[in-house]
């Protein structure tokens, strides 16, 4: 079993900046790819950004150039650094969790995090 829990949600106000942690416990195998998801009320869960456990990135086109994630393979963390932050940003961010090549394994979520921009 893996659990993953986020921390550094908050309110802050258009334009500024918030770092997002997850920190993952558990058994976690070693090829896997980590990311971020949000849902804004009344939206659907998107994909934010993703990590792959050899250091390839993706990005939701709306955070493009604000945004960046990052890992830290050694401790199972996973980082997003938030920049330029919009209203539209409002939402909780969920860290997820899936194995590569792993038959039968699940994904992985965290009970998620509160993002509040303030225009």
């Known amino acids: 079993q893996v659990q993953l829990v986020e921390s550094g949600g908050g309110l802050v ?4 900046s918030l ?3 997850c920190a993952a416990s558990g058994s976690i195998f070693k090829l ?10 009344g939206k659907q869960r998107e994909l934010v ?3 792959t456990s ?7 086109d709306s955070v ?5 994630i990052s890992r830290d ?10 920049n330029s932050l919009k209203p539209e940003d409002t939402a909780v961010y969920y ?16 009970q998620g995090t509160q993002v509040t921009v303030s225009s």
Do not use: E, H, I
């Not at 896997?32 to 009320?41: D, E, T």
């Not at 050899?54 to 939701?60: C, K, Q």
């Not at 393979?73 to 938030?82: C, D, E, G, P, R």
């Open 64 to 68: 493009k150039g604000r945004f960046t």
């Open 49 to 51: 950004a993703a990590v």
């Open 95 to 110: 860290c997820n969790l899936k194995p590569v090549l792993l038959p039968g394994a699940r994904d992985y979520w965290g």
């Open 73 to 82: 393979s050694a401790k199972n963390t996973v980082f997003l650094q938030m």
């Open 19 to 21: 770092r997002l942690s």
């Open 32 to 41: 896997n790819v980590m990311g971020w998801y949000r849902q804004a009320p």
């Open 13 to 16: 106000q258009a334009g500024g």
């Open 54 to 60: 050899v250091g390839n990135t993706n990005y939701a």
